[in-house]
């Protein structure tokens, strides 16, 4: 079964940082390109970033600079290393997993920016 486990979500004040992970199981992770993608109230899910099986590593112009994709294919997880952050960042944060036409989605994790 596969399951993809989000964590890290929180309140912070803006300016803040935090690091969100996301656990895989199930799937060979190093042969999947994995993304995270957020979505705020009312509005549609977006890209945030993603990084390839081979490291490359690609951003949503709203979040270039501020924010850090990786992953530790030992682990199998990925993360979201988030700087620098904004009231706009506000939402849930989703991690995805593709590969060959196959994709699996996390369940999410919170974060909130705000003072």
């Known amino acids: 079964q596969v399951q993809l486990v989000e964590s890290g979500g929180a309140l912070v004040q803006p300016g803040g940082s935090l690091r969100l992970s996301c656990v895989a199981s199930g799937i060979t992770f190093g042969f999947y390109v994995m993304n995270w993608y957020r979505q705020a109230p009312g509005n549609y899910r977006e890209l945030v970033a993603t990084?390839?099986?081979?490291?490359?590593?690609d951003y949503a112009d709203s979040v270039k600079g501020r924010f850090t994709i990786s992953r530790d294919n030992g682990k199998n997880t990925l993360y979201l290393q988030m700087n620098s952050l904004k009231p706009e960042d506000t939402a849930i944060y989703y991690c995805?997993?593709?590969?060959?036409?196959?994709?699996?989605w996390g369940r999410g994790t919170q974060v909130t920016v705000s003072s």
């Open positions: 990084i390839s099986e081979g490291q490359i590593t």
């Open positions: 995805r997993a593709q590969a060959a036409g196959v994709t699996y």
